[in-house]
Structures are given as structure tokens and as C-alpha cells.
């Protein structure tokens, strides 16, 4: 078990993605720019990694990277620090190892830009710090029951088993819990990466084969806010959590 209070000094916020599915709000915008309950999705996430006391966040920047640009200029608390993806979309893991020498030598947070969820009794980002074990573990995912969260409809990604390993699902399998986007990773994860674009589901599937992948359970509530209709469904759970 790792020390309770060695809480990763960096973290990464994926924020280079084109936000598609989130059309016809990201024709203008970049999706971590589109509000929710009057915040921006990534503030909603920078947030919560002030709170946990991360010191410095890399954002990686490329569909209207200049309005995120503009939009972070004025936040202090966590530093922020930019990866710039403007010549090339490099996808969730070759954004990762692109900004690997920003990151340090020493485990890292990595959230997705729209990552919103409420937290329980004691704040996730820092049970997940409690919990990393870098002997045992390559990456702990913060996983979601599927079932419990808000604008989720999907399969499930990942069954976990008592000690934490976790497995993907098969393919016509249903899957108790869903990858909520949110994450502490070792460096060593990415050691022989490929070059260029590739997503981190390759890392992932590495990590799994070998034993070094785990889960823990989030406490307190996920919303997935993949489209403009789940935007309503995340505002009222917030307005609710406040009453």
C-alpha cells in the first residue's frame, strides 16, 4: 500500500480530442470548453486537482487549442502547463508519451478533460494516491459502477476482481464497472510505446496481460457527458448533490 499522503505532484488533462459526438457544440469550441452547470468540463476537472493539493496539470491542446489556451491563462492553483498537439492529433496514448518529459520520473494523475463526477466521504483523486502501489501496479483506474452512473448506457468496460487486477469483458459480456476517464499511471507503463498516435487501450491491454493493471471502485456518483443531451442529465444530478 502506497503512503496515504504521497499524493503524485503532476497530472495530465487530456484536452486534444475533437469532441464529435459533443456536435454541434464543439463546431465553435473545443469540448473542454463546453459548460456544464455554468462551468467549463475542464474546470469542473481542474478543480478537483487543486483540491487533491496536485501542484501542476499538463493540458494537451490541438482542436481549437488557442481558446484553451486563452481560457487557462489566468488559473493559479494547479500550475498549468501546456502540450502542444497543434501539427498532430497523437490520440490518449501517444498524447501521453509526448508529454512524458513534462510528467517527471514519478508516478502522475491522468484525467479526461470531461471528466465530471461528485465525490464521496473522502475525495477519489486522493484514494487512488493511497491505494497506487508502483511495486504491484503500472496503472490504477478509477472505475464507475455502470449501472449507478448518470448519462452511461454502454456494456461496462472492465470486471475487478478482489484484490483490485482487472479484466476487460468479452465481447457479448456486460461489465459491472466502466473506465470513468480518471486514472494514476507509472511511467513504466509506456516503456517500448510506439511512436506517433495510438490510443492507451494498447498500454492497457499490455498491462492487464501482465498482472500490472488495477481498479478501484469510485465512491460518489460519475457522469459521462459524451453528448449535448447528457449535459442536462449531469446539471440536474449536480443541482440535486447541492440540496
Known sequence: ???????????????????????????????????????ALIDHVLDRIAMAGIEEAVVNVHHFAGQIERHLAA????????????VELLGTGGGIAK?????????????????IW???????????????????????????????SVGYSGHGDFRMARDGQIHRRGEQEIAPFVYSGVAILSPALFAG???GAFSLNRLFDRAIAAGRLYGLRLEGLWMHVGTPEAIKLAEAAIAASTV
Open 1 to 39: 500500500m502506497a503512503d496515504a499522503h504521497a499524493v503524485p505532484r503532476r497530472a495530465i488533462v487530456l484536452a486534444a480530442g475533437l469532441g464529435t459526438r459533443m456536435r454541434p457544440l464543439t463546431d465553435t469550441r473545443p469540448k473542454p470548453l463546453v459548460e456544464v452547470g455554468g462551468k
Open 99 to 115: 508529454a512524458l518529459p513534462l510528467l517527471g520520473s514519478e508516478p502522475f494523475f491522468l484525467t479526461n478533460s470531461d471528466s
Open 193 to 195: 510505446a510506439p511512436q
Open 75 to 86: 488559473r493559479r492553483k494547479p500550475k498549468i502547463v501546456i502540450s502542444d498537439e497543434r
Open 118 to 148: 461528485l465525490d464521496g466521504v473522502e475525495q477519489n483523486l486522493v484514494r487512488l494516491a493511497a491505494t497506487f502501489d508502483p511495486q504491484r501496479m503500472d496503472g490504477l483506474l478509477l472505475l464507475a459502477p455502470a449501472a449507478e
